[in-house]
């Protein structure tokens, strides 16, 4: 999730953090995702005893974490990006270079939000499709196959499907980030109708049903809405596992009953 503050400031900063006990020229590499102002700071602080610091949010989903496939997205000093590399690409799948330090965590808190519009949508067009008698197995792979088709509704339908509606990631995590994600925009001067709107449902989805509920609960909310529920049999075993596909993520549906 995306945090103000530093998370690991106590391990990393102070007298007896690691920071300390790194020498001038060593590499400090962050994963934790959090504030770009923060990540800024960080830079400076970790500059200040001659270690060079490179933010390095990971995207893509607790599969790719389980399988240390993961995309880091990389901001920082683009030689030692170079240098730190092989390093990277032994425990993620993707490594890409953002830009300067700060840079990457925004992209990260703008993937956020985009995924957060995909879900909200996923949501309302499942329900619409159930509602309009459509079969769900069907359509799932209808629009997996078409323009319509996204990461977020291949990997998150199936869990309304399901019933759980947990990713294994917070609903109180995502609205930080979408939080987090206007505040960024007002700094560019960019308005974000619909992102207000999905920020909205997320908050709606947190204070209905808790801060602990995973992250894709706004679903939860259109069949609260309709008194309809989305849950599909043939889905209790369901996992994905996702291949890079010349940059892009493809993901592949493993352990699904018959598709229609």
Known sequence: GINAEYMGRAVMEGPAGALAAMRPGMTWVEHTTTHPDEVVRLGGVAAAR???LLESPLTGGLELLKKGTMTALVGGDEAVFARTLPLLKVYT???????????????????NMMAAVHLVTTGEMLMMARRLNIDLK???????????NSYVFETEAPLAF????????????????????????????VDMPVNDLVTALYEKARERYGEEVGSSSPMRLNED??????????FDDWRYELQIVEGSLAPVHRKRQAKL
């Open 93 to 111: 799948g993707l490594a890409l270079y953002m830009g300067a330090l700060g840079s990457a965590t925004t992209v990260k808190i703008i993937s």
């Open 225 to 234: 809405q309709t008194g309809t529920k989305l849950q599909l049999p043939g």
């Open 50 to 52: 001659g270690v060079a």
């Open 138 to 148: 069907r359509f799932f792979d209808g629009i997996r196959a078409s323009a319509g």
């Open 162 to 189: 399901r019933g759980t509606f947990d990713p294994g990631f917070t609903v109180a995590l995502h609205c930080k980030d979408l939080r987090m994600g206007a505040e960024l925009a007002k700094r560019g001067g």
